[in-house]
């Protein structure tokens, strides 16, 4: 009589491990714990298969969401970036050093971090990929050829092109906006207002330029931006309509 009140007692725990497999959640338990207790609860192979598919989908989703939570935390803490440095004919721009001392320090409070990835063929293409703690990533590509004004070096102008494509690919992948040091006349606007265009927008207004024959130097110059990843998404149908009445002249 003990042992049969003993094992109705046991029924009920492993007709649940069976029937009830949210139990074994993937944020307190790994794949393989999930999968090493649905055995032992008498699950077949297919039964398992399934459930470690389900686990890795419900894994992914957390940590799609962990990331969107932390870059969307992390932006309304950065600022825009001070321009530090002068360029061609003077124009004040925020270097790679700039972006990089306003961002790493808010990065890493949010388990956020970046890397990048170079490829090199007809044309450089630099690759910053944004990544979290919980293992889910999202990547940036902006490709450019080597920059050879001013007389450099073929070295020279491979390492120019390289630091520009990083600083742009990190402006992208964090939609962060660049200011010049104006006495405070940046602050107080919203993060909206101070918001960048989207890749999606850029390769957009990349396509119309080229479609168009617009000068690039001189577009940017009519918008008051070094280059095209700096203008303002309050901006971009402007910008998009103004190509527009030029294509259909």
Avoid: W
């Avoid at 074994?24 to 090493?36: D, G, H, L, R, S």
């Avoid at 957390?62 to 969107?68: S, Y």
């Avoid at 520009?164 to 405070?184: H, K």
């Amino acid at each position: 009589m003990t042992s049969n009140t003993a094992l109705d007692l046991r029924e009920p725990e492993t007709s649940r491990a069976v029937d009830e497999p949210s139990r074994f959640a993937p944020a307190e338990m790994t794949p393989m714990q999930m999968a090493y207790q649905l055995i032992q609860s008498g699950a077949d192979f297919q039964s398992v298969r399934e459930m470690m598919a389900l686990s890795k989908e419900l894994a992914a989703d957390q940590a799609k969401r962990a990331f969107d939570a932390a870059v969307a935390a992390a932006k309304s803490e950065i600022g825009p970036v001070i321009k530090n440095a002068k360029g061609h004919n003077s124009k004040a721009y925020a270097n790679f050093a700039a972006y990089a001392s306003a961002v790493d320090p808010v990065l890493s409070e949010h388990g956020l971090s970046y890397r990048f990835r170079t490829e090199q063929n007809d044309k450089i293409t630099v690759t910053c990929v944004l990544s979290h703690k919980d293992g889910h990533s999202e990547e940036n590509s902006i490709s450019g050829p080597a920059d050879t004004s001013g007389n450099k070096t073929a070295i020279q102008a491979i390492g120019s092109t390289l630091t520009y494509l990083q600083r742009y690919t990190l402006i992208q992948s964090l939609g962060l906006a660049s200011a010049e040091d104006d006495d405070g006349q940046s602050h107080g606007k919203s993060a909206e207002e101070l918001a960048t265009v989207s890749e999606e927008q850029l390769e957009t207004l990349r396509d119309l330029i080229a479609k168009t024959g617009s000068d690039i130097e001189k577009f940017c110059a009519y918008f008051k931006i070094d280059a095209l990843p700096e203008l303002r998404a309050s901006r971009f149908e402007e910008a998009m309509q103004s190509l527009r009445k030029k294509a259909a002249k």
